[in-house]
T-cell receptor, first 108, second 112 residues
């Protein structure tokens, strides 16, 4: 069965304290792995797409990496405005299968 | 460039009623997908429409139905509402079926 698991469920960091979020997946025929950011009361905001193992993408303080079984979202020197829920999803026959998300809180 | 817009933003219904939610796709996008997001959970795929045809359906009963119009806007209809249907309903559009999906801010549906 296609499945996506994210860890940890919640993460509290001090401003400037770097860390990583994990996304483990099992899917037959991966057509892409996606990272989204979701703020309270808003829809998910697209961050990155990764298609093959070894691929990396960067945007400001965020860097996403992909292996055959998992993806990591590395956050370098986070700021309070990075506080949000980060969702990972895999694409299979057009649909996105989401994990439950990691809620990140960055304290000043 | 206008993003994905959904209406209404909030809706309150009672059990057994019917509801229609609306979505305007991002300009140039021919694919629209609908998701249900319960509190504290990731979105769950309901169905996808590509050029006005259903292109895949998740594990939702037939009382969840949809339409995509020639201008690629879309509707989600839910009949015989149940308490468990209370959730955030998200619409996402993409310029093709396997391309990144861009989400609207959703409709918050509450069933009393």
């Amino acid at each position: 069965e296609d499945q996506v698991t994210q860890s940890p469920e919640a993460l509290r960091l001090q401003e400037g304290e770097s860390s990583s979020l994990n996304c483990s997946y099992t899917v037959s025929g991966l057509r892409g792995l996606f990272w989204y950011r979701q703020d309270p009361g808003k829809g998910p905001e697209f961050l990155f797409t990764l298609y093959s193992a070894g691929e990396e993408k960067e945007k400001e303080r965020l860097k996403a990496t992909l292996t055959k079984k998992e993806s990591f979202l590395h956050i370098t020197a986070p700021k309070p405005e990075d506080s949000a829920t980060y969702l990972c999803a895999v694409q299979h026959t057009g649909k996105l299968i989401f994990g439950q998300g990691t809620t990140l809180q960055v304290k000043p | 460039e206008t993003g994905v817009t959904q209406s209404p933003t909030h809706l309150i219904k009672t059990r057994g009623q019917q509801v229609t939610l609306r979505c305007s796709s991002q300009s140039g996008h021919n694919t629209v997908s609908w998701y249900q997001q319960a509190l504290g959970q990731g979105p769950q795929f309901i169905f996808q429409y590509y050029r006005e045809e259903e292109n895949g359906r998740g594990n939702f009963p037939p009382r969840f139905s949809g339409l995509q119009f020639p201008n690629y806007s879309s509707e989600l209809n839910v009949n015989a509402l149940e308490l468990d249907d209370s959730a955030l309903y998200l619409c996402a559009s993409s310029w093709d079926r396997d391309q990144p999906q861009h989400f609207g801010d959703g409709t918050r549906l509450s069933i009393l």
